[in-house]
């Protein structure tokens, strides 16, 4: 899915335009088990409350691809025949009326996930009459094209509020108001099928984690019996790993400077192209990148090597999730220098009188603490 797809269906959670009619959930505690299921009606809510669950329904397809949204593949395999293919069809194909099929799901899901407090699971299920696009790719809303039926899933964590003073307006007082259990953003969550190409695709699901650093795993075997995407924040961390074993004594500032500001270079004129599909690099592209900025025969065939096991060959990497088009680093275990990416010419390495150095040229205003300083001759 791209961005343009996902943006028309997080419309779709409005008021106005859903077709949802029932919110199906359950209310799992900390250690695990199932307190509690429900079936809200869509009809019966109040109009603050239905703009809450479609609040958060619609988070759970916000963020960034790659790092918030990953693409989840089904092998032919599973969707030919497999229990959890199964599962996620019953769910959609019966408008999460299936009861076995729902009691199955959430079992599922409470067995598989540990969050360090309580949390809500929440599914529902919406058609959408896909409008006809014309040759200009305007879309006609009163001419449908097909239909296009799909379920979505929240995972939010339970918190409990603070207690503070509220105002009563029957007493006309400030009361203190006592702690009350909430559902807060959601942590992961996923849509299914996938939207491509404005079509159903039944070989993918789209996936959310709220969070970088972790893309829960044991959800996605549990529910999708498949390998999990990197993590965004792990990519990083492995991609500089992988630079500084790989290019070893041609790992120097000047060849990471220029990587970095290659692959931002890619970013904007990314966004400026307003693409709306990811932009994406394979082992090849980053390669190239290696070669033009020096790097020798040796290098490239470490790289190549490393990759594949870090990463596997047929890996795709989002720019994005590998370095960040807001700033440069350089750090040492005692200081460290945030450099503006565009004024990257400013810092330099230097061996003088047998010690390593790492040169900032200070021609504007310097401060420290806040305090400007004079640099005397």
């Given amino acids: 899915m791209n961005d343009r797809e996902i943006a028309e269906l997080r419309r779709r959670f409005r008021a106005d335009r859903t077709n949802i009619t029932h919110i199906r959930g359950c209310y799992v505690s900390e250690s695990r088990e199932i307190v509690a299921t429900f079936d809200q009606s869509v009809a019966l809510s109040g109009e603050e409350e239905l703009e809450k669950y479609l609040g958060l329904f619609k988070r759970s397809l916000s ?5 918030n ?35 199955r799901f959430f079992q599922l899901v409470a067995e598989s996930v540990t969050l360090e407090t309580a949390y809500v699971l929440l599914l529902a299920h919406d058609v959408y009459d896909v409008p006809f ?22 995972l939010c964590p339970v918190k409990m509020t603070k207690p503070g003073l509220r105002y009563d307006g029957q007493e006309k007082a ?18 299914f099928p996938a939207f491509d190409s404005c079509a159903t695709n ?32 792990d990519q990083r961390e492995t991609f ?14 000047d060849v990471v400077q220029e990587v970095h500001g290659q692959l931002c270079g890619l970013i904007a004129d990314h966004k400026a192209s307003r693409e709306p599909e990811p932009l994406v690099l394979t082992k090849r592209q980053v390669e190239g990148v290696l070669e033009s900025c020096g790097v020798t025969a040796p290098g490239l065939e470490s790289f190549d090597r490393q990759f594949d096991e870090q990463f596997g060959a047929d890996a795709i990497l989002s720019p994005a999730n590998i370095v960040d088009p807001r700033q440069l680093e350089v750090s040492t ?20 009188d047998g010690a390593k150095y790492i040169l900032v040229r200070a021609d504007d205003a310097v401060e420290v603490n806040g305090v400007n300083i004079h640099i005397g001759d």
Wanted: proline fraction near 3%.
């Fill in 69 to 103: 949204l990953l693409d989840i593949t089904f092998r032919t395999a599973q969707v030919a025949d497999s229990d959890e293919h199964r599962l996620l069809m019953a769910l959609r194909d019966s408008d999460l009326q299936d009861q076995e099929a729902l009691d």
């Fill in 240 to 253: 500089q790993a992988l630079l500084a074993e790989s290019l070893e004594d041609q790992c120097s500032y």
């Fill in 63 to 67: 963020g960034r691809q790659g790092k």
């Fill in 333 to 352: 275990p005692d200081v460290t220098i945030r450099v503006n990416p565009e004024r990257s010419d400013l810092v330099e390495t230097r061996i003088i």
């Fill in 174 to 191: 400030f009361r203190l108001q006592k702690p009350d259990f909430v559902a807060a953003a959601p942590e992961l969550g996923f849509l």
């Fill in 133 to 154: 696009r014309g040759r200009d790719g305007g879309a006609l809303e009163d001419a449908s094209e097909n239909q296009f039926s799909y379920i979505v899933c929240s």
């Fill in 202 to 233: 039944l070989y993918n699901a789209l996936y959310y984690t709220r969070s970088a650093d972790t893309v829960h795993e044991d959800f996605i075997q549990a529910v999708f019996r498949t390998e999990a995407p990197m993590a965004a924040d």
